[in-house]
Protein backbone atom coordinates (compact mmCIF):
# COMPACT_ATOMS: atom_id res chain seq x y z
CA UNK A 1 0.00 0.00 0.00
CA UNK A 2 1.56 3.51 -0.96
CA UNK A 3 0.59 6.69 0.57
CA UNK A 4 1.09 10.03 -0.30
CA UNK A 5 1.12 13.00 2.36
CA UNK A 6 1.51 16.59 1.81
CA UNK A 7 0.62 19.69 3.96
CA UNK A 8 2.71 22.17 2.54
CA UNK A 9 5.18 24.14 4.15
CA UNK A 10 5.51 23.94 8.60
CA UNK A 11 8.70 24.45 10.38
CA UNK A 12 7.63 24.90 13.63
CA UNK A 13 8.68 21.73 15.86
CA UNK A 14 5.81 21.24 18.03
CA UNK A 15 3.24 21.66 15.49
CA UNK A 16 -0.26 19.95 15.75
CA UNK A 17 -0.26 19.24 12.37
CA UNK A 18 2.78 17.02 12.27
CA UNK A 19 1.67 15.54 15.35
CA UNK A 20 -1.57 14.16 14.12
CA UNK A 21 -0.23 13.09 11.04
CA UNK A 22 2.24 11.09 12.59
CA UNK A 23 -0.36 9.10 14.23
CA UNK A 24 -2.12 8.37 11.66
CA UNK A 25 1.12 6.94 10.26
CA UNK A 26 1.48 4.81 12.73
CA UNK A 27 -2.02 3.95 13.08
CA UNK A 28 -1.86 2.33 10.16
CA UNK A 29 1.21 0.60 9.87
CA UNK A 30 0.00 -0.93 13.60
CA UNK A 31 -3.06 -1.78 12.18
CA UNK A 32 -2.27 -3.67 8.48
CA UNK A 33 0.25 -6.03 8.04
CA UNK A 34 0.53 -4.79 4.35
CA UNK A 35 3.83 -3.14 3.68
CA UNK A 36 2.85 0.83 3.89
CA UNK A 37 5.08 2.51 1.89
CA UNK A 38 4.93 6.66 2.93
CA UNK A 39 6.03 9.43 0.71
CA UNK A 40 5.62 12.13 3.62
CA UNK A 41 6.98 14.79 1.22
CA UNK A 42 6.47 17.65 3.65
CA UNK A 43 9.15 16.26 6.20
CA UNK A 44 11.73 16.85 3.26
CA UNK A 45 12.77 19.97 1.85
CA UNK A 46 10.90 21.02 -1.95
CA UNK A 47 10.57 23.51 -4.28
CA UNK A 48 6.76 24.20 -5.36
CA UNK A 49 7.35 27.22 -7.21
CA UNK A 50 3.38 29.65 -7.87
CA UNK A 51 1.73 29.15 -10.95
CA UNK A 52 2.26 31.90 -12.84
CA UNK A 53 -1.39 31.42 -14.75
CA UNK A 54 0.08 30.45 -18.42
CA UNK A 55 -2.59 27.72 -18.49
CA UNK A 56 0.06 25.76 -20.49
CA UNK A 57 -1.26 22.49 -18.44
CA UNK A 58 -5.15 23.28 -19.44
CA UNK A 59 -3.64 23.22 -22.65
CA UNK A 60 -0.88 21.13 -23.65
CA UNK A 61 -1.10 19.02 -19.69
CA UNK A 62 2.68 20.21 -19.40
CA UNK A 63 4.02 22.88 -17.07
CA UNK A 64 7.26 25.01 -17.95
CA UNK A 65 8.42 25.98 -14.25
CA UNK A 66 11.07 23.94 -13.29
CA UNK A 67 10.96 22.99 -9.85
CA UNK A 68 9.97 19.21 -7.97
CA UNK A 69 6.14 19.31 -9.25
CA UNK A 70 6.92 17.00 -11.64
CA UNK A 71 8.32 14.12 -9.01
CA UNK A 72 5.92 14.98 -6.62
CA UNK A 73 3.18 14.59 -9.65
CA UNK A 74 4.63 10.66 -9.71
CA UNK A 75 4.81 10.47 -6.65
CA UNK A 76 0.91 10.78 -6.41
CA UNK A 77 -0.08 9.30 -9.08
CA UNK A 78 1.98 5.67 -8.06
CA UNK A 79 0.22 5.87 -4.46
CA UNK A 80 -3.04 4.54 -3.43
CA UNK A 81 -3.93 6.58 -0.44
CA UNK A 82 -3.41 10.14 -0.48
CA UNK A 83 -3.30 12.60 2.50
CA UNK A 84 -3.98 16.17 2.40
CA UNK A 85 -3.26 18.47 5.02
CA UNK A 86 -3.82 21.78 5.42
CA UNK A 87 -3.32 23.94 8.26
CA UNK A 88 -6.37 27.01 8.95
CA UNK A 89 -5.15 30.41 8.33
CA UNK A 90 -7.59 33.16 8.02
CA UNK A 91 -10.89 30.55 7.72
CA UNK A 92 -8.74 29.19 4.04
CA UNK A 93 -6.11 26.56 3.21
CA UNK A 94 -2.43 28.11 3.98
CA UNK A 95 -0.33 29.67 0.93
CA UNK A 96 2.13 26.24 0.33
CA UNK A 97 -1.01 24.56 0.57
CA UNK A 98 -2.88 26.52 -2.18
CA UNK A 99 0.31 27.01 -3.95
CA UNK A 100 0.34 22.98 -4.36
CA UNK A 101 -3.23 23.01 -5.25
CA UNK A 102 -2.94 26.14 -8.04
CA UNK A 103 -0.10 23.03 -9.62
CA UNK A 104 -2.52 20.42 -9.77
CA UNK A 105 -5.66 21.79 -10.89
CA UNK A 106 -5.88 21.15 -14.28
CA UNK A 107 -6.00 17.61 -12.93
CA UNK A 108 -9.18 18.46 -11.73
CA UNK A 109 -10.54 18.92 -15.41
CA UNK A 110 -9.70 15.01 -15.84
CA UNK A 111 -10.26 13.44 -12.86
CA UNK A 112 -6.43 11.98 -12.53
CA UNK A 113 -6.78 10.24 -9.05
CA UNK A 114 -10.06 8.18 -9.79
CA UNK A 115 -9.61 4.98 -8.11
CA UNK A 116 -7.37 6.34 -5.38
CA UNK A 117 -8.75 7.36 -1.64
CA UNK A 118 -8.56 9.93 -0.09
CA UNK A 119 -7.76 11.52 3.35
CA UNK A 120 -8.44 15.09 4.13
CA UNK A 121 -7.04 16.76 7.36
CA UNK A 122 -7.51 20.76 8.55
CA UNK A 123 -6.17 21.94 11.42
CA UNK A 124 -6.80 25.67 13.48
CA UNK A 125 -6.26 26.51 16.97
CA UNK A 126 -10.39 26.83 17.97
CA UNK A 127 -12.09 28.09 14.52
CA UNK A 128 -12.23 28.18 10.71
CA UNK A 129 -12.22 24.52 10.05
CA UNK A 130 -15.14 24.23 8.11
CA UNK A 131 -14.21 26.72 5.09
CA UNK A 132 -11.02 24.67 4.82
CA UNK A 133 -12.95 21.45 4.76
CA UNK A 134 -15.11 22.12 2.41
CA UNK A 135 -12.60 23.93 -0.07
CA UNK A 136 -10.22 20.41 0.47
CA UNK A 137 -13.62 17.96 -0.03
CA UNK A 138 -14.28 19.77 -3.50
CA UNK A 139 -11.02 19.71 -4.86
CA UNK A 140 -10.56 16.32 -3.95
CA UNK A 141 -13.59 14.93 -5.08
CA UNK A 142 -12.88 16.36 -8.29
CA UNK A 143 -9.01 15.04 -8.43
CA UNK A 144 -11.87 11.65 -8.26
CA UNK A 145 -10.47 10.57 -4.90
CA UNK A 146 -12.81 8.47 -2.83
CA UNK A 147 -12.76 11.05 0.41
CA UNK A 148 -12.83 8.34 3.42
CA UNK A 149 -12.57 10.33 5.95
CA UNK A 150 -12.69 14.20 6.98
CA UNK A 151 -10.65 15.45 9.89
CA UNK A 152 -10.82 18.55 11.40
CA UNK A 153 -8.91 19.46 14.60
CA UNK A 154 -9.06 21.91 16.93
CA UNK A 155 -5.73 23.14 18.87
CA UNK A 156 -6.74 24.85 21.49
CA UNK A 157 -9.44 22.24 22.66
CA UNK A 158 -8.39 18.73 21.64
CA UNK A 159 -5.81 16.61 23.96
CA UNK A 160 -3.22 14.58 22.33
CA UNK A 161 -5.87 11.45 24.06
CA UNK A 162 -8.36 12.83 21.59
CA UNK A 163 -6.11 13.08 18.72
CA UNK A 164 -4.57 9.83 18.63
CA UNK A 165 -8.40 8.46 19.40
CA UNK A 166 -9.66 10.10 16.27
CA UNK A 167 -5.96 9.06 14.51
CA UNK A 168 -7.04 5.35 15.66
CA UNK A 169 -10.48 5.27 14.35
CA UNK A 170 -10.63 7.06 10.77
CA UNK A 171 -7.05 4.35 9.54
CA UNK A 172 -9.64 1.59 11.07
CA UNK A 173 -12.40 3.49 8.51
CA UNK A 174 -9.88 4.03 5.73
CA UNK A 175 -8.33 -0.23 6.54
CA UNK A 176 -11.69 -1.34 6.22
CA UNK A 177 -12.74 0.49 2.77
CA UNK A 178 -9.35 0.11 1.30
CA UNK A 179 -9.19 -3.77 1.92
CA UNK A 180 -12.64 -4.38 0.60
CA UNK A 181 -11.97 -1.65 -2.91
CA UNK A 182 -15.25 0.28 -1.43
CA UNK A 183 -14.56 3.04 -4.13
CA UNK A 184 -17.39 5.40 -3.02
CA UNK A 185 -18.24 8.34 -5.29
CA UNK A 186 -20.42 11.08 -4.10
CA UNK A 187 -23.62 12.73 -6.06
CA UNK A 188 -21.85 16.24 -6.00
CA UNK A 189 -18.72 13.72 -7.62
CA UNK A 190 -20.89 12.66 -10.16
CA UNK A 191 -22.73 15.53 -11.05
CA UNK A 192 -19.40 17.28 -11.51
CA UNK A 193 -18.35 14.74 -14.14
CA UNK A 194 -21.54 14.73 -16.08
CA UNK A 195 -21.21 17.86 -16.78
CA UNK A 196 -17.45 17.91 -17.85
CA UNK A 197 -18.87 14.92 -19.93
CA UNK A 198 -21.27 17.39 -21.66
CA UNK A 199 -19.06 20.20 -22.26
CA UNK A 200 -16.14 18.72 -23.39
CA UNK A 201 -18.51 16.06 -25.67
CA UNK A 202 -19.18 19.31 -27.38
CA UNK A 203 -16.21 22.19 -28.39
CA UNK A 204 -16.08 23.07 -24.33
CA UNK A 205 -12.49 22.36 -23.17
CA UNK A 206 -9.25 22.35 -24.61
CA UNK A 207 -8.07 20.09 -27.27
CA UNK A 208 -5.82 18.26 -24.49
CA UNK A 209 -8.39 17.67 -22.31
CA UNK A 210 -11.07 16.37 -24.73
CA UNK A 211 -8.43 13.85 -26.06
CA UNK A 212 -7.72 13.03 -22.40
CA UNK A 213 -11.57 11.88 -21.87
CA UNK A 214 -11.50 10.24 -25.66
CA UNK A 215 -7.94 8.58 -24.89
CA UNK A 216 -9.58 7.28 -21.63
CA UNK A 217 -12.79 5.91 -22.73
CA UNK A 218 -14.84 8.49 -20.38
CA UNK A 219 -17.12 9.34 -22.60
CA UNK A 220 -18.23 5.83 -23.08
CA UNK A 221 -19.71 5.24 -19.32
CA UNK A 222 -22.71 6.55 -17.80
CA UNK A 223 -20.82 7.42 -14.33
CA UNK A 224 -17.64 8.16 -12.86
CA UNK A 225 -17.76 4.78 -10.73
CA UNK A 226 -18.53 2.82 -13.73
CA UNK A 227 -15.37 4.63 -15.21
CA UNK A 228 -13.28 3.46 -11.98
CA UNK A 229 -14.77 -0.18 -12.47
CA UNK A 230 -14.04 -0.49 -16.13
CA UNK A 231 -9.99 0.50 -15.00
CA UNK A 232 -9.20 2.08 -18.30
CA UNK A 233 -7.50 4.77 -16.28
CA UNK A 234 -4.14 5.83 -18.04
CA UNK A 235 -1.95 7.53 -15.86
C1 LIG B 1 -1.12 33.08 9.44
C2 LIG B 1 -1.93 32.27 10.40
C3 LIG B 1 -3.30 32.35 10.35
C4 LIG B 1 -4.08 31.59 11.23
N1 LIG B 1 -5.44 31.65 11.16
C5 LIG B 1 -6.19 30.91 12.00
C6 LIG B 1 -7.62 30.93 11.93
O1 LIG B 1 -8.23 31.56 11.08
N2 LIG B 1 -8.31 30.19 12.84
C7 LIG B 1 -7.68 29.45 13.79
O2 LIG B 1 -8.36 28.81 14.59
N3 LIG B 1 -6.34 29.36 13.84
C8 LIG B 1 -5.57 30.08 12.97
N4 LIG B 1 -4.21 29.99 13.03
C9 LIG B 1 -3.60 28.99 13.91
C10 LIG B 1 -3.25 27.73 13.12
O3 LIG B 1 -4.35 27.18 12.46
C11 LIG B 1 -2.64 26.68 14.04
O4 LIG B 1 -1.55 27.27 14.68
C12 LIG B 1 -2.13 25.54 13.20
O5 LIG B 1 -3.17 24.93 12.52
C13 LIG B 1 -1.39 24.45 13.89
O6 LIG B 1 -1.64 24.30 15.22
P1 LIG B 1 -0.41 24.38 16.23
O7 LIG B 1 -0.07 25.83 16.34
O8 LIG B 1 -0.91 23.78 17.49
O9 LIG B 1 0.69 23.59 15.63
C14 LIG B 1 -3.44 30.76 12.18
C15 LIG B 1 -2.04 30.69 12.22
C16 LIG B 1 -1.29 31.44 11.35
C17 LIG B 1 0.21 31.31 11.40
Avoid at 141 to 167: D, F, H, P, R, T
Avoid at 214 to 223: P, R, Y
Wanted: aromatic share 12%.
Amino acid sequence: MKVFVFYGKIEKENSTMKFMINALLDELVSQTNEKVVISNLSESDFDIKYCNGCSDCFLKGSCPLVDDMEKIKLGILSSDIILFGSPVYGHAVSGSVKTFFDRITYWTHLFKLSGKFGISLNVSSGNGNEPVKQYMEKIMGNLGLSLVSQISIKSSSYSKEIMLNIAKNEMKKLLITYQNNKYKVSAIQETSFKNFQRLYKGEAGTSFEREYWLSNGMFEVKTLEEYVNSKSIKL
